[in-house]
């Protein structure tokens, strides 16, 4: 497919596991964005990429969480030692330039921290 | 305060209304604005841009006051088909950082 593509869809998993979120951006596509939205709220800034660099990692909300981007494309968020508060959805968004041009989201992974 | 802020919701309006939605940013540097509209439990999708001259698709039309630090968006001769969450979006820092507003929820009835 052409659009932007997250893995896995769901994602049940216990608390204090770690979890790994992937997301596969439109190929060619430069600016990477990864937001969190918990159920009823707007979408939380967390980090974006230019190429595989991240010049703003603020929105990330503790050091529990990180990411990655490899090869200009695929990019992996790993959350560590999972609490309840991480139950949210997980969106990525991709655009050719960056903030300048559209993004495009995947339909996010719903984390469920139990 | 937030980055982009928008007006509470939701906005509850009959078929055929004409609706507005407010929104402000706090960064004066910020670049480029957007509208976005998200279905309920779907991704967000690009609805229009925002420009300085302010512009028009169709039944929407956008409205950008940098003095201000505020932007707008005014829905039509509105169709049960509009009802969804429109967010208000701005780019921070020259060609990175897209912020969000909460959005705004809006329900179209017949």
């Known amino acids: 497919g052409a659009g932007v593509s997250q893995s896995p869809s769901n994602k049940v998993t216990e608390k204090g596991k770690d979890v790994e979120l992937r997301c596969d951006p439109i190929?060619?596509?430069?600016?990477l964005y990864w937001y969190r939205q918990r159920l009823g709220q707007g979408l939380e800034f967390l980090i974006y990429?230019?190429?595989?660099?991240?010049?703003?990692k603020s929105g990330l909300p503790s050091d529990r969480f990180s990411a990655e981007r490899t090869g200009e494309s695929v990019s992996t968020l790993t959350i560590q030692r999972t609490q309840q508060e991480d139950s949210a959805v997980y969106l990525c968004?991709?655009?050719?330039?960056?903030?300048?041009?559209?993004?495009?989201f995947g339909q996010g992974t719903r984390l469920t921290v139990v | 305060r937030k980055e982009v802020e928008q007006d509470p919701g939701p906005f509850n309006v009959p078929e055929g209304a004409t609706v507005a939605f407010n929104c402000t940013y706090s960064?004066?540097?910020?670049?480029?604005f957007f509208w976005y509209r998200q279905d309920c439990r779907k991704e967000p999708k690009l609805l229009m841009s925002?420009?300085?001259s302010g512009n028009e698709d169709g039944r929407f039309t956008a409205q950008l006051n940098r003095a201000s630090q505020y932007i707008s968006l005014l829905i039509r001769d509105s169709k049960l088909s509009d009802s969804a969450t429109y967010l208000c979006?701005?780019?921070?820092?020259?060609?990175?950082?897209?912020?969000f507003g909460q959005g705004t929820e809006l329900s179209v009835k017949p």
């Open positions: 968004a991709s655009s050719p330039f960056g903030g300048d041009t559209e993004a495009f």
């Open positions: 190929s060619g596509h430069t600016a």
């Open positions: 990429f230019q190429g595989n660099s991240a010049p703003d």
């Open positions: 960064n004066s540097a910020s670049q480029s």
């Open positions: 925002v420009y300085s």
């Open positions: 979006v701005a780019l921070f820092n020259q060609g990175g950082k897209l912020i």
